[in-house]
């Protein structure tokens, strides 16, 4: 998702490199994003993760349907997941020449 937002606003990533935002800035800013539907998809999931225990409980085998660790683990493996590949797309999009995106139309 991060890497077809980068494509998406190059135009307007290049303005804003020329206009003086630093690549730190670039990076933080599409992170942000990625970040935010990250947290807004984890969130989802618990709580539909947290409702559905009830019908689960009785396919699981040596864990509680309610076992926060386990909820707490996959949490933090998605999100690490996720950041790795919010990243990358969002290196490139720091390292951008504007006057290639500005060209570009």
């Not at 307007?12 to 935010?36: E, F, H, Q, T, Y």
């Not at 989802?44 to 225990?53: F, H, K, N, Q």
């Not at 019908?55 to 998605?78: I, P, Y």
């Amino acid at each position: 998702m991060i890497s077809y937002m980068v494509t998406q606003s190059v135009h307007d990533i290049g303005v804003r490199i020329a206009l003086g935002a630093r690549p730190g800035n670039i990076l933080g800013m599409m992170l942000g994003r990625g970040m935010k539907l990250t947290a807004a998809g984890l969130a989802i999931g618990l709580a539909g993760a947290v409702s559905l225990t009830r019908l689960m409980a009785s396919l699981l085998f040596g864990v509680s349907a309610t076992d926060v660790a386990t909820f707490a683990l996959v949490t933090l493996f998605l999100g690490t997941i996720a950041f790795v590949a919010s990243y990358f797309p969002a290196l490139r999009a720091a390292r951008l020449d504007p006057m290639t995106a500005l060209r570009e139309d």
